[in-house]
């Protein structure tokens, strides 16, 4: 566009003056050369500037596996909010923990531990259903600044009282998520902020 505009104004000033003054159009013609040269570097560095920053955008959009450990031995508290048909919840601290999940201690088995100096919990939580019911963690991923947790939700066949489906993971702390968003298939079910 720049040098569109310096052409043009190129020509209309070769139009306007005499063709007796050849030294000042070859002079305006040497200045015009230099503003042509210096606008085709800074669009070039314009250019290198906008292919660093879509290879940055790009880089920040591939998914990154992230490592997780499914805990076990915890139940769902009757006080947590459940307002959507499957939710999220995020635990950072042993508190926060607490006021979601309860230890499900018995003589046979083993409740997991979660050390929060280097993890954090997350928790998927569906309704109560009179249907058997699994969540599968698929995957988790980091894109960008999202932990992206991937889940499948199996429901079997009818009981005769209610349960509480639920699954919770811990995952390395990462300074870098502000966002957790819990997908079942290709469909967002969940989203939830992530505070450091």
């Known amino acids: 566009m720049q040098r569109l505009i310096i052409i ?28 042509v040269c210096v606008g085709c570097n800074s669009n070039k560095k314009e250019a290198d500037q906008t292919s660093d920053q879509a290879a940055s955008v790009s880089a920040d959009s591939v998914p990154t596996p ?19 048909e499957v939710n999220l919840i995020v635990a950072q601290n042993p508190d926060q923990m607490s006021l979601d999940f309860g230890m499900a201690k018995t003589m046979n088995n083993k409740v997991d ?6 993890d954090d919990v997350v928790g998927v939580a569906s309704q109560p259903t009179d249907h058997k019911t699994e969540i599968k ?55 939830k902020p992530y505070k450091i």
């Open 113 to 118: 531990t979660v050390d929060f100096t280097i």
């Open 137 to 191: 963690i698929e995957k988790v991923e980091k894109v960008g600044k999202t932990l992206k947790v991937y889940a499948l939700i199996v429901q079997e066949e009818k009981l005769s009282y209610k349960i509480q489906p639920l699954v919770i993971f811990s995952f390395p702390k990462d300074s870098g998520v502000d966002q957790v968003e819990l997908y079942s298939g290709t469909e967002k079910k969940d989203s």
């Open 66 to 84: 992230v490592p997780y450990k499914e805990l076990s031995g915890y139940f769902l508290r009757n006080t947590s909010e459940l307002p959507a």
């Open 8 to 35: 043009m104004f190129y020509l209309e000033f070769v139009n306007l003056i005499n063709v007796k003054s050849m030294k000042a159009i070859v002079s305006f013609s040497v200045v015009v050369l230099l503003f």
